[in-house]
């Protein structure tokens, strides 16, 4: 099941959001965008709805590292923030059909 952007704005009843998208789908997105392993973690923090001082202490690193990596990934995308960010990645989780290939990859 896919988490509508309302669902993933919304959390649950004690402020936290549960990962809004599944494994599977979430490893295919994360391939296309060809993130790092580090990368891949922070943006998987954000997913969860977690600040960027919040994301330091939670991967091991300084904010301004995490400030760093999301820029880069920013730049990458042609997102400014992270709003614009998670609605990139609602939209390609649009374009990953239900085996896992994203449209237009052969």
């Known amino acids: 099941m896919q988490a509508s952007a309302d669902d ?11 990962f ?9 997105i994360a391939e296309q965008m060809r993130l790092s392993d580090q990368q ?3 943006v998987e923090l954000l997913l969860q709805r977690k ?5 330091g202490p939670a991967s091991g690193i300084a904010q301004p590292t ?16 992270h709003t614009e960010l998670l609605l990139h990645i609602m ?3 649009q ?6 290939a994203c449209r237009g990859e052969s």
């Open 8 to 18: 993933f704005l919304a959390g649950d009843d004690e402020g936290q959001a549960p």
């Open 20 to 28: 809004p998208l599944a494994p599977d789908v979430w490893k295919r």
């Open 40 to 42: 891949r973690a922070i």
């Open 51 to 55: 600040k960027c001082k919040q994301i």
């Open 66 to 81: 995490v400030e760093t990596y999301l820029k880069r990934v920013y730049q990458r995308h042609g997102v400014r923030d």
């Open 91 to 93: 939209a390609l989780s």
């Open 95 to 100: 374009q990953v059909p239900r085996n896992g």
